[in-house]
């Protein structure tokens, strides 16, 4: 079965950095594209970052020139670098594998908290 395994988060002060870590195991085939999600409590989740197997990127206006989506195939595993982070960058996050391959599902992290505060 698929496990998606996600580390890092914590708390930081304004300015600060952290970087998020996703990893993929139970499944064999190309992982199409890899995406971050973050959600505040009560509030929608919202994309943040994505890469294809390509190695194209996508990020959210509101992360764009501070953080830094990667992916590692050998390893299935997918980082986030955050750098410069305010105090509205806190939130759950959350790690998302796509699959084009039949039966072409996605699947999520358990998610981790990232708390900006001075």
């Known amino acids: 079965q698929v496990q998606i395994v996600q580390s890092g988060g914590g708390l930081v002060q304004p300015g600060g950095s952290l970087t998020l870590s996703c990893a993929v195991s139970?499944?064999?085939?190309?992982?199409?594209?890899m995406h971050w999600y973050r959600q505040i409590p009560g509030k929608t989740r919202d994309f943040v970052a994505a890469?294809?197997?390509?190695?194209?990127?996508n990020y959210h206006s509101s992360v764009k020139d501070r953080f830094t989506i990667s992916r590692d195939d050998s390893k299935r595993t997918s980082e986030l670098r955050m750098n410069n982070l305010k105090l509205e960058d806190t939130a759950v996050y959350y790690c998302?594998?796509?699959?084009?391959?039949?039966?072409?599902?996605?699947?999520w992290g358990q998610g981790t908290q990232v708390t900006v505060s001075s």
């Open positions: 998302n594998a796509y699959y084009r391959e039949t039966p072409r599902q996605s699947y």
């Open positions: 890469i294809t197997s390509g190695g194209d990127t």
């Open positions: 139970g499944i064999n085939f190309t992982i199409f594209a």
